[in-house]
């Protein structure tokens, strides 16, 4: 992520992602920072994560397909 903030690796952060006009609030984790490149997340299992994917046509490993 290239972020103006450098949140810390540990660091629990919400991530907006906006597909098809819909607007996705994402819980992540922050695993790693690089002051250059900035950081890297995880996300967690959610509600949200769930519709993003299915929106996207991804199916989450887990899940029921369709």
């Known amino acids: 992520m290239d972020s103006p903030s ?3 690796p540990g660091e629990s952060v919400t991530v907006s992602v906006v597909f098809e006009g819909t607007r996705f609030s994402l819980p992540a984790d922050v695993v790693y920072r690089d002051r ?3 950081f890297g997340v995880r996300f967690q299992p959610s509600d949200q994560a ?3 994917a299915y929106a996207m046509g ?3 490993p887990g899940e029921p397909a369709g």
């Open 6 to 8: 450098a949140p810390e």
């Open 50 to 52: 769930r519709a993003l």
């Open 36 to 38: 250059v490149r900035g």
């Open 58 to 60: 991804i199916t989450v």
